[in-house]
Nanobody
Framework: QVLLVESGGGLVQAGGSLRLSCAAS????????MGWFRQAPGKEREFVAAIDRSGGTYYTDSVKGRFTISRDNAKNTVYLQMNSLKPEDTAVYYC???????????????????WGQGTQVTVSS
């Protein structure tokens, strides 16, 4: 059984930082694109960041320069370092894995086959 388990969410003041982790089990994702998405109340799930097998990254414009995605293949884990957090970053954050052999990062949630349960991030003003 493949599982993605997120951790590291919480409540933080604006300007603060959080580091999310996503630990995968059941298979290795070292050669797969891994991504982070988020969903705020009343809004659709949106792409945040992703990392490919070579360590190439892509970010949505609103988080560029503030968030950093990374991966540790030895631990089968992907991270999202979030700095300079804003109230509009408040959402449930989901880790996702693209099980295909594609080298390319997709921004669409439908391209990702495995999802974590989500972790709440709340940024107070």
């Amino acid at each position: 059984q493949v599982l993605l388990v997120e951790s590291g969410g919480g409540l933080v003041q604006a300007g603060g930082s959080l580091r999310l982790s996503c630990a995968a089990s059941g298979r290795t994702f070292s050669r797969n694109v891994m991504g982070w998405f988020r969903q705020a109340p009343g809004k659709e799930r949106e792409f945040v960041a992703a990392i490919d097998r070579s360590g190439g990254t892509y970010y949505t414009d609103s988080v560029k320069g503030r968030f950093t995605i990374s991966r540790d293949n030895a631990k089968n884990t992907v991270y999202l370092q979030m700095n300079s957090l804003k109230p509009e970053d408040t959402a449930v954050y989901y880790c996702a894995a693209d099980s295909s052999a594609s080298k390319f990062i997709s921004l669409g949630a439908h391209e990702y086959d495995y999802w974590g349960q989500g972790t709440q991030v709340t940024v107070s003003s």
